[in-house]
């Protein structure tokens, strides 16, 4: 049986929870940007991997005045250790000889002609020691994590030459409705489409790839075809209106023709109250979108969010609090997702936010959710970033 009109909490947990994680492959550092980590990134060396110069200047032993006996460059290494009273020049980043007991920085010292260096090394030495940043074995990247630049610097850093990570899920979009328009302005009682053209970006920018998408007419035949197919080659389909019991909605049907099941029917919340979450014994799964373009986006957040996440193996992240900044009716919902701007720690909702409206979303950061009825100036909420 499916979860009919769960809470908007309980429904973004049974979409984390209703997928496998995808397989596991390794790719090159260049091409990890914005893939999850599959396992566990450990450090292959101690980082730093020796004991290295902080600054340019003079590696020295013991105090000065100090001899210098030659210079050692980035990428080289000194061969003898150093004897009390002597030192050699040094460039930043470089393994510093043994015996050495700090750097004095060039703008500290000053050296004569005979080739003595004299001036006073800082508290604490100017170099790093071997391994104060990781030791070797050390997680650097917990498994879960998506691979940022700075983790796929700190993967290279430590030795790495390749990451393994979950593939990005593969989606195909379906818009259904013989009531929109794919270009023009509306007319003749025809709507422009807005949402097949917005959706591509959302997508992109929830990590996965939309392969494919395609305008389905408004009969049971034509969507049940459409959507059996979409399904054979997607790890999740997306489809737009028809969620309603409306004359013309045939989803639910179609979701029965092919097979499959309601995992989720509607969600306690406002807007996109009608959203749906199916799947197939395959393990496929369709995230089905209300018309209204606003609505869809939320429910696009409620249950296409999640379910990625499941997908990469990522943990459904806790929301974090913030205040409200206005007034916010709950419009009788149990939760109301509100677009707001964000400023600090308090949310401002935007005008223009009705269900079938992108006005206010256009400029919005992400959404205050109100789920304690009416939601008074500095009262709390919870705060989900548009991606």
Same mark, same amino acid.
Request: with cysteine.
């Given at each position: ?8 909490? $309980? ?11 995808? %397989? ?87 050296? &004569? ?8 090394? *800082? ?9 104060? $940043? ?5 997680? @650097? ?5 998506? #691979? ?25 979009? @379906?818009?259904?409705?013989? $009531? ?6 509306? *007319? &003749? ?14 997508? =992109?920018?929830?990590?996965? &790839? ?18 059996? =197919?979409?399904? $054979? ?15 013309? &909605? ?23 109250? %009608? #959203? ?8 496929? *799964? ?35 609090? @913030? ?16 677009? =707001? ?8 909702? #935007? ?5 079938? #409206? ?20 500095? =009262? ?8």
């Amino acid at each position: 049986m499916p979860h009919a009109e769960p809470s908007w909490h $309980e429904a973004r947990r049974i979409a984390h929870a209703c997928v496998d994680q995808l %397989p596991t492959e390794h790719v090159c550092l260049r091409v990890a940007h914005g893939l999850t980590a599959a396992e566990e990134v450990r450090a292959l060396t101690p980082l730093p991997p020796t004991d290295i110069s902080a600054m340019d200047g003079w590696a020295v032993a013991g105090d000065g005045p100090w001899v210098v006996i030659g210079q050692v460059l980035a990428g080289a290494v000194w061969a003898t250790p150093l004897a009390v009273g002597q030192a050699v020049q040094i460039a930043t980043g470089t393994s510093l000889p043994r015996g050495c007991d700090g750097v004095l920085r060039s703008e500290d010292g000053l050296l &004569d002609g005979s080739g003595v260096v004299r001036g006073r090394v *800082r508290a604490g030495g100017d170099f790093r020691r071997k391994g104060e $940043e990781a030791r070797a074995g050390e997680i @650097l990247i917990p498994a879960g994590r998506v #691979m940022t630049p700075a983790r796929i610097g700190l993967a290279a850093a430590s030795g790495h030459d390749t990451v393994a990570v979950r593939r990005r899920p593969i989606v195909r979009l @379906l818009v259904l409705g013989d $009531e929109i328009l794919a270009e023009g302005p509306a *007319r &003749d009682g025809r709507v422009r489409d807005s949402l097949g053209p917005q959706l591509p970006g959302w997508l =992109s920018r929830l990590g996965v &790839d939309l392969v494919e998408t395609v305008h389905v007419e408004d009969t049971l035949p034509a969507q049940s075809t459409a959507l059996s =197919s979409a399904a $054979e080659a997607a790890d999740f389909v997306v489809t737009t209106g028809g969620t309603a019991a409306g004359p013309a &909605d045939h989803l639910r049907a179609a979701i029965a023709a092919t097979g499959g099941s309601l995992i989720v029917d509607q969600v306690a919340c406002r807007p996109g109250h %009608p #959203m749906l979450l199916a799947g197939w014994d395959s393990g496929r *799964r369709l995230v089905a979108l209300p018309g209204n373009p606003l609505a869809a986006i939320v429910a696009l957040m409620t249950l296409g969010q999640p379910l990625v996440a499941g997908l990469q193996g990522r943990p459904l992240e806790p929301l974090p609090g @913030l205040r409200l900044g206005a007034f916010v009716s709950s419009q009788g919902a149990k939760t109301r997702l509100v677009p =707001s701007r964000r400023t600090g720690d308090r949310a401002f909702p #935007m005008e223009h936010i009705g269900s079938g #409206m992108l006005r206010g979303l256009a400029d919005a950061d992400g959404f205050a959710v109100v789920t304690s009825g009416e939601g008074e100036p500095g =009262s709390s909420a919870e705060w989900l970033e548009l991606p």
